[in-house]
């Protein structure tokens, strides 16, 4: 479905990529683990063309796209839940959603769309009005979520969703990424939260100095303890 070759991007003279190649096939959850500072966020927003490719290609169920804009992007099927959520903070939840919905996939209902948002959050449906900078930490993260959601993504690039969120609500939100794989939206997913990723994804790479240094193919539990070990220095 997405397949990176070769990228390198970064900010001003500094290569943050440095020839990253991986891929995400359809209906997987896809994990980015790696330390501060390794490239994570880079790698999505180069994704979502917020930086530019400098070298190498982007591919989207065949097709180039390292040139195309965002707004495009997002019109593909693929949305980006940034890291620190980024939701208006001065407008109410369901202008937050309506705002997203405005720039959607328009293959699929709107009305389908939030209702599906509301049963995976029935939180949201609760505070409608409310306003988003209100919402605790842990809502921010379903708003930003659902933001996502509701422009009918076939992609979701997850930054980081489990940051600063309490032990027991990063379970349920990762309950929540796992429902919404299985109800076919397929997750690439940066998380330095090591153990609360490793139980969902299918796959993973561990990132190091702007390239993956480590990919997985099927996670079993041997293997799980070496990644721990080896390249996330854990044990
Ligand atoms: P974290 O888990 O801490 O968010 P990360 O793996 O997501 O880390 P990035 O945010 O992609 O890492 O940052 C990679 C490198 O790029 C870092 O050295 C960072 O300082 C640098 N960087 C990030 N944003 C900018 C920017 N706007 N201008 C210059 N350098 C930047």
């Given at each position: 479905m997405l397949k990176i070759n070769q990228v390198v991007s970064g900010y001003g003279d500094i290569k943050v990529l440095k020839g990253i190649s991986l891929h995400v096939n359809e209906g997987e959850i896809v994990g980015i683990l790696g330390a501060n500072g390794v490239g994570k966020t880079t790698l999505l927003k180069t994704i979502s063309n917020l930086?530019?490719?400098?070298?190498g290609t982007i591919t989207y169920l065949g097709q180039?796209?390292?040139?195309?804009?965002p707004h495009k992007l997002i019109s593909m099927g693929i949305a980006h839940v940034p890291q620190g959520r980024h939701i208006f903070s001065k407008m109410s939840v369901i202008e937050n959603l309506q705002i997203s919905m405005d720039h959607?996939?328009?293959?699929?209902n709107g009305k389908d769309r939030l209702s599906y948002v509301f049963d995976l959050f029935p939180r949201l449906k609760e505070r409608l009005?409310?306003?988003?900078?209100?919402?605790?930490g842990g809502e921010q993260q379903m708003l930003a979520i659902a933001r996502a959601l509701v422009a009918g993504p076939k992609l979701i690039l997850l930054?980081?969703?489990?940051?600063?969120?309490a032990p027991l609500v990063v379970q349920s939100m990762f309950e929540t990424i796992q429902q919404i794989a299985k109800d076919g939206t397929t997750i690439l997913l940066v998380e330095q939260n090591a153990v609360a990723a490793l139980e969902i994804v299918q796959r993973l790479y561990v990132m190091d100095m702007g390239r993956t240094v480590y990919e997985s193919q099927q996670i079993t539990n041997q293997e799980l303890d070496k990644i721990k070990e080896v390249y996330l220095g854990m044990s």
């Open positions: 930086i530019k490719t400098r070298e180039e796209i390292q040139n195309s804009s959607a996939n328009k293959k699929s009005k409310q306003l988003g900078g209100t919402l605790s930054d980081e969703p489990s940051m600063g969120l």
